[in-house]
């Protein structure tokens, strides 16, 4: 005879239940986590969240799968937690795989829970965080769990420019599992522990004859240094959700709102004599592009993303007078600070995510070109260049440009100037914005004159002279108004400010199109 209920009877199934949800894979599993020395999926959320903010949803959905032996390794929760709560007091949602439960792979109901989530993010418009730790599709319930896997796909697509989406690579995914990292805005991977690979080392070998390790095809040192796929590296789990709370301190909650504003008690009058030692006018020698951020940005607080990446370009997130911005930098001490491949790639990426984000965008500029070479030139530096020129022409947030020495060629343009929709160009006075440099320059004019002359060196010299005076300056082009102001370097930092708050209600127009087609 069947017992009947009572509110005890069941209260202690729901409990019963919980506490299988909470376990994941068990005990042991979790102990061979730890040992490992993994967070579990409930502790990174409860590192990432305010305390006792987080909000579970879906906490009993559990594989409907009967095949293969399925009915016996159901868990309630089907190996991901999914739900919200608030980081720094704003609303995030969030999901966090279980490695511990069928190795974090992706099921039916696992797939659905992660789009359900996605879908509440979508609908009231606020961040969602991924922590990812999963194996791929879940084989036991066949082509049925690739509907979750797109559906993922599908969402963070329809996400894209409309809430930040950030992941944190907390274990080893390979082949469809990696894909929905790649569509976020940044990727934090753990050294050591996360692994990203479209295929693993023993079917490249099989395949290819190539014998290659898991780190070394797809570890956080290959992914931060060569593909530019991870924005951050953290030593530990801890670690990456501290990258992500700060990462998200200066992002909208959406495309709708204006960044979080920090009250700073530096001052925004604050002027800098260092930055003339910093910058030397002489061209050909060196200095380190970080030292002049340092200096101009609030308490020399500046949060650098991919910065092993093509080096030759700085890009991250600073505050100046409260307010986040986006810098793009050019960097001299490598590569001269020239644009190419990646770094246009690297760049052109970073431009469209503060857009899509109301971020304003300050551009240093000290750039001899685009980098020359036959490598360069096969690998599509012209295509992968244009890129800039696009995310910039596209961005309608206020662009700020400052020219502090070099400004050549067409990487003037690649760098945002008058004619791309710059809103205010800055110079200081030793800058060249000029289509090469003066010494190349009159080689070219006055190639013939100098062959013919008697004493070709001083005549060289003195059309250099003539030249650096009447073109290689700020002043020319501000003459015709493509420097808008000349400014000391000193006072750098107040007079960005002041153009920040000169463009602070810059209307950004509704576009006219579906979308344009960038050169990708």
Sequence with gaps: MTQSKTHQSELERLRELENKAKMGGGPKAVERHHKRGKLTARERLDLLFDPDSF??????????????????????????????????????????????????????????????????????????VALNDSGGGRLHEGFFASKGVAGMFYRNTAASGLIPQITGMMGSSAGVAVYSPALTDFIVMVKGQSHMVITGPAIIKSVTGEDISLEELGGAKVHSEITGQAHFVADSDAECIEIIKKLLSYLPSNKDEQPPVVPSDDDPDRTDDTLEKIVPADFKKSYDMHDVILRIVDNKDFYEILPRFAPNIIIGFARLDGHSVGIVANQPRFKAGCLDVDASDKASRFIRFCDAFNIPLINLVDVPGYFPGVTQEHAGIIRHGAKMLYAYSEATVPKITLALRKEYGGAVMGMCCVGMGVDLMLAWPIAQLVVLDTTAAVNLIFRKEIQAADNPDELRQQKIAEY?????????????????????????RPRLIKALRMLANKQRPEPNKRHGNIPL
């Design 468 to 492: 650096d005076y009447k073109y290689s300056n700020p002043y020319h082009a501000a003459s015709n108004m493509l420097v808008d102001s000349v400014i000391k370097p000193r006072e750098t």
């Design 55 to 128: 909000v579970e949803v879906n906490k009993l959905a559990q594989s409907q799968s009967v095949d293969f032996g399925m009915q016996e390794k159901r868990v309630p929760g089907d190996g991901v937690v999914t739900g919200c709560g608030t980081i720094a007091g704003r609303l995030v949602f969030a999901y966090a795989q279980d490695v511990t439960v069928l190795g974090g792979s992706v099921g039916t109901i696992h797939g659905q829970k992660i789009c359900r989530i996605m879908d509440e993010a979508i609908k009231v418009r606020a961040p969602l």
